[in-house]
C-alpha cells in the first residue's frame, strides 16, 4: 500500500493543476480588445470570433429605438460599423448622436456588430461646463 501523504499531496496537485488551468482559460475568454471602427474594419478578420470593444462616434440620426432592441452606426476616420444592442440593461443617458460610444461584443452573420454592452463617454461640454463654474481656491486662505 502506498503512503498515504503521497496521495494527499498528488491530489493536491492535479486540484490546483485544474483550477490554474480554469482560471487562465477563463481570464483568455474574457479579455476584449479595445480599437477603433477603423483599426476594427482593417484588421477585420482577425478579430472573427473574439471579444472586441470598438470605440467611435455615433452617426447623427442613425440610433433606431425599437422594443427591447437598439440599432445605431459608429465611425471613426472615414469607416463605420453598424451596432446592434438586444439587452436588457439600460442604455445610458449620456448615448446619443455625436457620443463617443464603446460597444463591446462580436461582429454577427449579416455584418452588424451584436453588442452585448455598450458605455458612452461623457461630452467635453461637461468639463467645460465645470471650468466656467469652479473658482480658484486661495490655498493661503484656507485654515485647518
Request: aromatic fraction near 8%.
Given at each position: 500500500?502506498?503512503?498515504p501523504?503521497?496521495?494527499?499531496?498528488?491530489?493536491?496537485?492535479?486540484?490546483?493543476?485544474?483550477?490554474?488551468w480554469?482560471?487562465?482559460?477563463?481570464?483568455?475568454?474574457?479579455?476584449?480588445?479595445?480599437?477603433t471602427?477603423?483599426?476594427?474594419?482593417?484588421?477585420?478578420?482577425?478579430?472573427h470570433?473574439?471579444?472586441?470593444k470598438?470605440?467611435?462616434?455615433?452617426?447623427?440620426?442613425?440610433?433606431?429605438?425599437?422594443?427591447?432592441?437598439?440599432?445605431?452606426?459608429?465611425?471613426?476616420?472615414?469607416?463605420?460599423?453598424?451596432?446592434?444592442?438586444?439587452?436588457?440593461?439600460?442604455?445610458?443617458?449620456?448615448?446619443?448622436?455625436?457620443?463617443?460610444?464603446?460597444?463591446?461584443?462580436?461582429?454577427?452573420?449579416?455584418?452588424?456588430?451584436?453588442?452585448?454592452?455598450?458605455?458612452?463617454?461623457?461630452?467635453?461640454?461637461?468639463?467645460?461646463?465645470?471650468?466656467?463654474?469652479?473658482?480658484?481656491?486661495?490655498?493661503?486662505?484656507?485654515?485647518?
Open positions: 500500500m502506498k503512503n501523504k503521497v496521495k494527499f499531496i498528488g491530489g493536491g496537485l492535479i486540484i490546483v493543476a485544474a483550477l490554474t480554469l482560471g487562465v482559460a477563463g481570464f483568455q475568454e474574457s479579455k476584449a480588445y479595445y480599437i471602427v477603423n483599426e476594427f474594419r482593417h484588421s477585420e478578420s482577425s478579430f470570433g473574439k471579444n472586441v470598438v470605440a467611435g462616434d455615433v452617426v447623427e440620426g442613425s440610433i433606431d429605438r425599437k422594443d427591447n432592441q437598439l440599432e445605431f452606426v459608429i465611425a471613426h476616420e472615414g469607416e463605420s460599423l453598424k451596432v446592434q444592442y438586444v439587452g436588457k440593461a439600460l442604455v445610458p443617458d449620456t448615448f446619443k448622436d455625436g457620443a463617443k460610444a464603446v460597444v463591446e461584443g462580436q461582429m454577427g452573420q449579416g455584418g452588424t456588430f451584436q453588442a452585448k454592452h455598450i458605455e458612452a463617454k461623457c461630452s467635453s461640454k461637461y468639463e467645460a461646463e465645470y471650468e466656467k463654474k469652479a473658482k480658484p481656491v486661495d490655498l493661503r486662505k484656507v485654515t485647518s
